[in-house]
């Protein structure tokens, strides 16, 4: 998949690798109205099993929760793997406002997802 947001200026990067067949996109930056598209248009790219690592987000909103609600329930209805690491309450507080932290296939680590994803 291609680099996506490079540059000092750039209010979100989005990058890809792939581990154990897995899809693994790493965020940084702001996850709102004006990276919606962008971060739509990444994740419209990626493979059916994806882990999303939220560390280098520094802001999320309610439509960036609405993207990764919509690509998670999408991947339950599929019987694709799913999973959320390296979330911060500090930084995505909308997933806890929501309740949504309770539901979400979070976890802390890479690893950690990998291991559940493989159940």
Do not use: C
Not at 10 to 27: F, G, H, P, Q, Y
Not at 40 to 68: H, N, P
């Amino acid at each position: 998949m291609p680099e996506n947001g490079e540059g000092p200026v750039a209010a979100l990067s989005l990058t890809s690798s792939t581990v154990d067949e897995i899809t693994v996109i790493r965020v940084d930056g702001v996850l709102d109205a004006t990276t919606r598209e962008q971060f739509a248009d990444y994740l419209a790219m990626a493979g059916a099993d994806l882990v999303l690592d939220l560390a280098g987000v520094t802001f999320m909103d309610s439509r960036a929760l609405g993207l990764i609600v919509h690509h998670w329930q999408t991947s339950l209805t599929s019987g694709s793997k799913f999973a959320l690491i390296g979330v911060e309450y500090t930084k995505s507080k909308v997933m806890w406002i929501t309740g949504l932290a309770q539901r979400l296939p979070i976890y802390d680590t890479l690893d950690d997802a990998l291991a559940a994803l493989k159940r």
